[in-house]
C-alpha cells in the first residue's frame, strides 16, 4: 500500500450516491409468512407433500422429491399403524398382544437410526433425517402387505392363506428394499452400494417376518 | 443443546474408519474366516473393521428370528425378539471384551477393536450353521456342521491368538476359553434357545398353563393344532 499514501480526498469534491441498498419488488407470498395462514391451509399442504412422497414410494423413479423436502410425518403414521395392525397376535394369555406396541415401534426406529449411521460412517451423502425419512416411507408397502395380510386371516388360517400371506409379504418386501434402494444407494460411492443396501434387506426382512408371523387371537 | 448435538456428531465420527471397507475386502475376509492360518510364528494381521462384524451379528439376529418361525414355536414375538437381539450382542460384546481382559493378561498382542473383528468375523460360521440346519432339520447334520464349520472358524480365531501370544500356558489359557466359548455359543444357539425362550414364557405365565411338550420341529402339524385349542380354551377360562 506504499503507492496510496499520497492519495487524499480533496474536500470541494463531493462524494455522491445513495448509501440505501435497493429494494426489489417483493414477490407476493414473502408478504404472507406461514404464520398468518389458516391452519387448513398448511394441514392441506403438509397432507399433500406426504401423499406425494406416498406416490413416490409406490413407483419409484429417481427423483429428489423424497430427498428435498423431507418429514417425519409419513414415516410416523405408517409405523403407528403398522404397529396397531401388528397388535393383539397372541395366542397365549390376554395381557400381552404378540409383538407389543412399543417393541414394534422401538424397532422400526431404531432399525432405521442404525442403517443411516452405517450409511453415513460409510461415506454417504445424504443427511440424518433425509434417510430416515426415506426409510420410513418405504414402510408402506410393508404396511399394505399387513392390511392385506389381516384381510387375508379373516377368511381363515390354512395353508392356502399362508401361502397367499407369504406371497403378498415377499412381493412387498421385494418392492420396499428395491423403493429404499433407489432412493439411498445413490447417494454412496458406486463401489459400495452393496454395503449399503445389505442392512436395509436384513430390516425390511425382519418387519416382514413380523408381519408373516402375525397369528390374530 | 445444538452443540450436544455436534458433539454426538464428532463421537460418530470417531467410528467412521472402522467402516472404510469395500465389498470386495469384506467378502474376502468373509471366506479368510474359515481358513486356519498355517504360520503361527509371526503376528498375523487382523484388520480392525466393525461393518462386517455388525453385520454378522444382525444377520445371526434375523436367522435365529427365522428359525423361530420355522419351528413353529408360538411365541409372543416381542420378548422373542429382544432376546434374540440380546443374546447376539451379549454374546459379541461380552465375550470380546472377556477375551480382551484375559489377553490383557496373557500379554497377547490385540486390540479391542482386533478382538471385536476377529470374534465377529468368527460368527459366520455359525450364521451358516444354524441358516442350514434350521431348514434341514437332522440332529446328525447339526453334528457334523457344529464340528466342521463351527471348528473351522474357532480355529481360524485361535491360529491368530496364538501367532500374537508368547508363551505355552498363555497360550493354552486364551485360546482353550475361546475355543470352549465359542463351540458352546453355537450348541447353545442351536438346542437351548427354544428351552430358554419358553423358560421365559413359563415363569411369566404362572403355574395355570399346562406344559407344552415342545420338542422342537418333531410335532406336526395336528398335535400342534390341538395343542393350540387347548391353550386357546384354558385362556378363555381364565
Same mark, same amino acid.
Given at each position: 500500500?506504499?503507492? #496510496?499514501? +499520497?492519495?487524499?480526498?480533496?474536500?470541494?469534491?463531493?462524494? *455522491? /450516491? *445513495?448509501?440505501?441498498?435497493?429494494?426489489?419488488?417483493?414477490?407476493?407470498?414473502?408478504?404472507?409468512?406461514?404464520? +398468518? *395462514?389458516?391452519?387448513?391451509?398448511?394441514?392441506?399442504?403438509?397432507?399433500?407433500?406426504?401423499?406425494?412422497?406416498?406416490?413416490?414410494?409406490?413407483?419409484?423413479?429417481?427423483?429428489?422429491?423424497? #430427498?428435498?423436502?423431507? +418429514?417425519?410425518? /409419513?414415516?410416523?403414521?405408517?409405523?403407528?399403524?403398522? &404397529?396397531?395392525?401388528?397388535?393383539?397376535?397372541? &395366542?397365549?394369555?390376554?395381557? +400381552?398382544?404378540?409383538?407389543?406396541?412399543? *417393541?414394534?415401534?422401538?424397532?422400526? =426406529?431404531?432399525?432405521?437410526?442404525?442403517?443411516?449411521?452405517?450409511?453415513?460412517?460409510?461415506?454417504?451423502?445424504?443427511?440424518?433425517?433425509?434417510?430416515?425419512?426415506?426409510?420410513?416411507?418405504?414402510?408402506?408397502?410393508?404396511?399394505?402387505?399387513?392390511?392385506?395380510?389381516?384381510?387375508?386371516?379373516?377368511?381363515?388360517?390354512?395353508?392356502?392363506?399362508?401361502?397367499?400371506?407369504?406371497?403378498?409379504?415377499?412381493?412387498?418386501?421385494? =418392492?420396499?428394499?428395491?423403493?429404499?434402494?433407489?432412493?439411498? &444407494?445413490?447417494?454412496?460411492?458406486?463401489?459400495?452400494?452393496?454395503?449399503?443396501?445389505?442392512?436395509?434387506?436384513?430390516?425390511?426382512?425382519?418387519?416382514?417376518?413380523?408381519?408373516?408371523?402375525?397369528?390374530?387371537? | 443443546?445444538?452443540?450436544?448435538?455436534?458433539?454426538?456428531?464428532?463421537?460418530?465420527?470417531?467410528?467412521?474408519?472402522?467402516?472404510?471397507?469395500?465389498?470386495?475386502?469384506?467378502?474376502?475376509?468373509?471366506?479368510?474366516?474359515?481358513?486356519?492360518?498355517?504360520?503361527?510364528?509371526?503376528?498375523?494381521?487382523?484388520?480392525?473393521?466393525?461393518?462386517?462384524?455388525?453385520?454378522?451379528?444382525?444377520?445371526?439376529?434375523?436367522?435365529?428370528?427365522?428359525?423361530?418361525? $420355522?419351528?413353529?414355536?408360538?411365541?409372543?414375538?416381542?420378548?422373542?425378539?429382544? %432376546?434374540?437381539?440380546? %443374546?447376539?450382542?451379549?454374546?459379541?460384546?461380552?465375550?470380546?471384551?472377556?477375551?480382551?481382559?484375559?489377553?490383557?493378561?496373557?500379554?497377547?498382542?490385540?486390540?479391542?477393536?482386533?478382538?471385536?473383528?476377529?470374534?465377529?468375523?468368527?460368527?459366520? @460360521?455359525?450364521?451358516? %450353521?444354524?441358516?442350514?440346519?434350521?431348514?434341514?432339520?437332522?440332529?446328525?447334520?447339526?453334528?457334523?456342521?457344529?464340528?466342521?464349520?463351527? @471348528?473351522?472358524?474357532?480355529?481360524?480365531?485361535?491360529?491368530?491368538?496364538?501367532?500374537? $501370544?508368547?508363551?505355552? $500356558?498363555?497360550? !493354552?489359557?486364551?485360546?482353550?476359553?475361546?475355543?470352549?466359548?465359542?463351540?458352546?455359543?453355537? !450348541?447353545?444357539?442351536?438346542?437351548?434357545?427354544?428351552?430358554?425362550?419358553?423358560?421365559?414364557?413359563?415363569?411369566?405365565?404362572?403355574?395355570?398353563?399346562?406344559?407344552?411338550?415342545?420338542?422342537?420341529?418333531?410335532?406336526?402339524?395336528?398335535?400342534?393344532?390341538?395343542?393350540? %385349542?387347548?391353550?386357546?380354551?384354558?385362556?378363555? $377360562?381364565?
Amino acid at each position: 500500500f506504499a503507492g #496510496l499514501a +499520497d492519495v487524499s480526498i480533496s474536500e470541494d469534491i463531493p462524494v *455522491e /450516491g *445513495e448509501i440505501t441498498v435497493p429494494v426489489g419488488s417483493r414477490s407476493p407470498d414473502e408478504d404472507y409468512s406461514t404464520l +398468518d *395462514e389458516p391452519v387448513r391451509d398448511t394441514i392441506m399442504r403438509d397432507l399433500k407433500a406426504v401423499g406425494k412422497k406416498f406416490v413416490h414410494v409406490m413407483y419409484p423413479k429417481k427423483s429428489s422429491a423424497l #430427498l428435498r423436502d423431507w +418429514d417425519l410425518w /409419513g414415516p410416523l403414521v405408517l409405523c403407528v399403524s403398522l &404397529a396397531l395392525m401388528l397388535q393383539g397376535g397372541s &395366542a397365549d394369555s390376554k395381557d +400381552d398382544g404378540g409383538p407389543q406396541f412399543a *417393541e414394534v415401534f422401538v424397532i422400526i =426406529w431404531f432399525g432405521a437410526v442404525i442403517i443411516t449411521l452405517n450409511s453415513k460412517l460409510l461415506g454417504g451423502t445424504i443427511s440424518f433425517f433425509q434417510s430416515l425419512c426415506v426409510l420410513g416411507y418405504c414402510i408402506l408397502p410393508l404396511t399394505v402387505a399387513m392390511l392385506v395380510c389381516r384381510l387375508v386371516l379373516l377368511a381363515g388360517s390354512g395353508t392356502v392363506s399362508f401361502i397367499i400371506r407369504l406371497i403378498v409379504v415377499v412381493a412387498m418386501f421385494g =418392492w420396499s428394499t428395491l423403493a429404499s434402494t433407489a432412493f439411498l &444407494a445413490d447417494s454412496q460411492p458406486p463401489n459400495r452400494k452393496a454395503l449399503v443396501v445389505y442392512p436395509i434387506f436384513l430390516f425390511y426382512f425382519v418387519i416382514s417376518w413380523m408381519i408373516l408371523t402375525f397369528t390374530p387371537q | 443443546k445444538a452443540s450436544r448435538a455436534f458433539s454426538l456428531y464428532a463421537n460418530i465420527d470417531i467410528l467412521r474408519p472402522y467402516f472404510d471397507v469395500e465389498p470386495v475386502q469384506v467378502r474376502a475376509r468373509l471366506l479368510e474366516s474359515m481358513i486356519p492360518v498355517k504360520m503361527i510364528n509371526f503376528p498375523q494381521k487382523i484388520a480392525g473393521e466393525l461393518y462386517g462384524p455388525l453385520m454378522l451379528v444382525f444377520t445371526l439376529v434375523a436367522i435365529l428370528l427365522h428359525g423361530m418361525k $420355522t419351528s413353529d414355536t408360538i411365541i409372543r414375538e416381542g420378548t422373542l425378539m429382544g %432376546t434374540a437381539i440380546g %443374546t447376539c450382542f451379549g454374546y459379541w460384546l461380552g465375550v470380546s471384551s472377556f477375551i480382551y481382559f484375559l489377553a490383557y493378561l496373557c500379554n497377547a498382542q490385540i486390540t479391542m477393536v482386533q478382538m471385536l473383528s476377529l470374534l465377529g468375523y468368527g460368527l459366520f @460360521g455359525h450364521c451358516i %450353521t444354524l441358516f442350514v440346519t434350521y431348514n434341514i432339520h437332522f440332529h446328525s447334520l447339526f453334528y457334523v456342521f457344529w464340528l466342521v464349520v463351527g @471348528g473351522l472358524s474357532t480355529l481360524r480365531m485361535v491360529a491368530v491368538l496364538v501367532s500374537r $501370544t508368547v508363551g505355552h $500356558t498363555q497360550r !493354552l489359557i486364551l485360546c482353550g476359553t475361546l475355543a470352549a466359548l465359542h463351540m458352546l455359543f453355537l !450348541l447353545y444357539l442351536h438346542f437351548a434357545y427354544h428351552k430358554v425362550v419358553e423358560g421365559i414364557l413359563d415363569t411369566l405365565e404362572g403355574p395355570n398353563m399346562p406344559p407344552f411338550q415342545r420338542v422342537a420341529r418333531d410335532i406336526p402339524v395336528v398335535s400342534n393344532a390341538v395343542l393350540n %385349542t387347548t391353550a386357546k380354551a384354558v385362556a378363555l $377360562t381364565l
